[in-house]
């Protein structure tokens, strides 16, 4: 059975690395270090706001899944908020609604809790089951669209 949860740093972070790594090696839209996401974690839990923001989904006690908020605010004052692809393991990640799941709580926790009524997610084109899942949740693709550069 399928239970959502929220981050306890002194139990949870190895798993959680853990699904980072499989998540970065098979999933993940960008590229990260094990050490850098380790200090990003480390820097949520200092605040409680970003640490009760950090959802697990757990199956008979073993995390599948995690999800995380960021909050940023732009130069004309206003919060962002931005829901994060959730984690998860390749195998563990297919009809088992952990995603739909840890989304509809993070969105709960981003409206209920920290007062912000809208939300940004990234997602490629071609990745279908996130596009069909967003629809699921009356997600829509953004006017404000994002370009890049490397520098």
């Known amino acids: 059975m399928l239970i959502i949860d929220r981050y306890d740093p002194r139990k949870d972070k190895d798993e959680i690395i853990e699904i980072f790594e499989d998540f970065i090696e ?7 270090h094990k050490q850098k996401f380790e200090t990003e974690l480390n820097k949520r839990v200092l605040d409680l706001k970003f640490r009760n923001s950090v959802i697990v989904a757990r199956d008979e006690g073993i995390i599948v899944g995690v999800g995380f908020v960021t909050v940023f605010v732009d130069i004309l004052g206003n919060e962002n908020c931005i829901i994060h692809q959730v984690m998860t393991r390749k ?14 709580e993070l969105m709960k926790y981003v409206k209920g809790t920290l007062k912000i009524n809208k939300v940004y997610f990234q997602c490629r084109d071609n990745d279908s089951a996130l596009r069909s899942l967003f629809l699921k949740l009356g997600v829509k693709k ?3 669209v994002w370009y890049e550069t490397e520098l």
């Open 91 to 104: 195998p563990d990640s297919y009809k088992r609604s952990i995603e739909e799941r840890i989304i509809r």
């Open 26 to 32: 098979n999933k993940s839209y960008y590229f990260s």
């Open 142 to 144: 953004s006017k404000e």
